[in-house]
């Protein structure tokens, strides 16, 4: 009994796992240094999101997040709705 909840725990955590996402998004209205932290405080504010890193000189947003939580349009809507557009690099 006691194994069987220890394998249903394992896989519990892997599936969690499994559903983190990292994609990058491209955010060209950045025009000055702070506005980095603008678009990365709208992300990391969005449920599921753990980790944006949001660069400047690359006016790029590369965003962390669980897929069960959000989705790519989700985090385009925070972006935007904080008044800078984005769409998704491939
Ligand atoms: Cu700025």
Redesign the pocket.
Known sequence: MKKLFVLTALLSSTSALAAMQTITLSVPS??????PI?VKKSLVNVDGVEKADVTYATKLAIVTYDDDKTNVEGLVNATSNAGYPSILKD
């Not at 950045?30 to 506005?35: E, F, S």
């Open positions: 950045m025009n000055c240094v702070t506005c603008t």
